[in-house]
Structures are given as C-alpha cells and as structure tokens.
C-alpha cells in the first residue's frame, strides 16, 4: 500500500461483520451495525515531543484492535474502505 499516516495516526481495516446471530437469525445489510474491531494496516512515525523526538506508537501493523463507534474518518485508499483515526482513539489490542 502506498499509503503511510503521519504522526499519532493509523490506518484501520474493518473486519467484517456477521449476518447471522448466534440463533441462525440472518440480520439484514440495513440493520447490521458497524463492527467496532478491525485490523491496522499502516501506522504514522509517532507524536512528536517539545524537543522533536518522536514517541513510538504503542499499536503496529497488523494488530487487532477495537475502537469506538464514531472513531476516525472514513477513508476509500487504493479501492478499499479505511478508517484513518488517532491512536487515542483506539480502545485496546484484542490478543
């Protein structure tokens, strides 16, 4: 990809949400929520302090993270659909 985020920013790639429930029910596209869990694609070189020292990132490519329902900005890169957010908008690493 040629694409890279700068400074506390990352590129995030939704997984994909189920359609059925754990009962066999299929959930229609219109009533599907947006799942809040995707993977990251590409992250920016860190924020940079009052000296110019860049702070690395806690999260790295390929991480599986889970972030907030309203979080980033959706983004279409390369014919994909992408989320581009802060790292503070990112809840947690799903190990």
Request: proline share 5%; net charge negative; hydrophobic share 35%.
């Given at each position: 990809m040629?694409f890279?985020?700068?400074h506390?920013?990352v590129?995030?790639?939704?997984v994909?949400?189920?359609t059925k429930?754990?009962?066999?029910?299929?959930?229609?596209?219109s009533?599907?929520?947006k799942?809040?869990e995707?993977?990251?694609?590409?992250?920016?070189g860190g924020?940079?302090?009052?000296n110019?020292?860049?702070t690395?990132?806690?999260?790295?490519?390929?991480?599986?993270i889970?972030?907030?329902?309203w979080?980033?900005?959706?983004?279409?890169?390369?014919?994909?659909?992408?989320?581009?957010?802060?790292?503070?908008?990112?809840?947690?690493?799903?190990?």
């Open positions: 040629k890279r985020p700068l506390d920013r590129l995030v790639s939704r994909e949400a189920d429930t754990a009962g066999g029910i299929i959930i229609p596209d009533a599907q929520e799942p809040s995707g993977k990251v694609v590409a992250v920016g924020l940079k302090d009052d110019g020292k860049a690395p990132l806690d999260v790295k490519k390929g991480d599986k889970l972030f907030g329902k979080s980033g900005t959706e983004v279409t890169v390369e014919g994909k659909d992408l989320i581009i957010m802060k790292e503070s908008d990112i809840l947690g690493i799903v190990e």
